[in-house]
T-cell receptor
Framework: DAKTTQPPSMDCAEGRAANLPCNHS???????VYWYRQIHSQGPQYIIH???NNETNEMASLIITEDRKSSTLILPHATLRDTAVYYC?????????????FGTGTRLQVTL | AAGVIQSPRHLIKEKRETATLKCYPI?????VYWYQQGPGQDPQFLIS???????DKGSIPDRFSAQQFSDYHSELNMSSLELGDSALYFC?????????????FGPGTRLTVL
């Protein structure tokens, strides 16, 4: 599976957009980009995923560069409840039960 | 919406004892995954099942075994517990044979080995 690189920590003011970068320069053609987050010791929470097109849902937007070597997760209006560790994971679609390989993630701190 | 259910939520055991963790996937989900998260660490994949068959295996100790039953719930059995087994154990489920395997995690079981 492709390896990802994320900044260890970021700060964001409440109400502002949080832009979390992820580098995955060795991504393969069949690998999706997933974003999960973990709020202190809770189960990881799925946020969004994409293959090559930009994606948006009620939680966030995912921007993937044209060469697919990097992506950015955007939380449009961060709140204190968005404080969490955010994991960028690339994982191939194999048809069944593809494991998630968690890296060290980015610890996002949202402040007043 | 229904979520993944894990039981028990907390478990305290002595060294060399055994423990059984249970996972009930989201209704209609046929794939179950187990992850272990040690103190201050990131989640690590242990094992997965699709349609009651083992699908993939990660760094799961030989002292651990798991299975998925006909109703798709799964159990992780841990024997000869060691202090280092103290961790959060997460179960996740997904709907297999879709174009992606988006996994939905349960709240976890916190295992403490004394």
């Amino acid at each position: 599976d492709a390896k990802t690189t994320q900044p260890p920590s970021m700060d964001c003011a409440e109400g502002r957009a949080a832009n979390l970068p992820c580098n995955h320069s060795t991504i393969s053609g069949n690998e999706y980009v997933y974003w999960y987050r973990q709020i202190h010791s809770q189960g990881p929470q799925y946020i969004i995923h994409g293959l090559k097109n930009n994606e948006t849902n009620e939680m966030a937007s995912l921007i993937i560069t044209e060469d697919r070597k990097s992506s950015t997760l955007i939380l449009p209006h961060a709140t204190l409840r968005d404080t969490a560790v955010y994991y960028c994971i690339v994982s191939p679609y194999t048809g069944t039960a593809s494991k998630l390989t968690f890296g060290t993630g980015t610890r996002l701190q949202v402040t007043l | 919406a229904a979520g993944v259910i894990q039981s028990p939520r907390h478990l305290i055991k002595e060294k060399r004892e055994t423990a059984t963790l249970k996972c009930y996937p989201i209704p209609r989900h046929d794939t179950v995954y187990w992850y272990q998260q040690g103190p201050g660490q990131d989640p690590q994949f242990l094992i997965s099942f699709y349609e009651k068959m083992q699908s993939d295996k990660g760094s799961i100790p030989d002292r651990f075994s798991a299975q998925q039953f006909s109703d798709y719930h799964s159990e992780l059995n841990m024997s000869s517990l060691e202090l280092g087994d103290s961790a959060l154990y997460f179960c996740a489920s997904s709907l297999g044979r879709t174009y992606t395997d988006t996994q939905y995690f349960g709240p976890g079981t916190r295992l403490t080995v004394l």
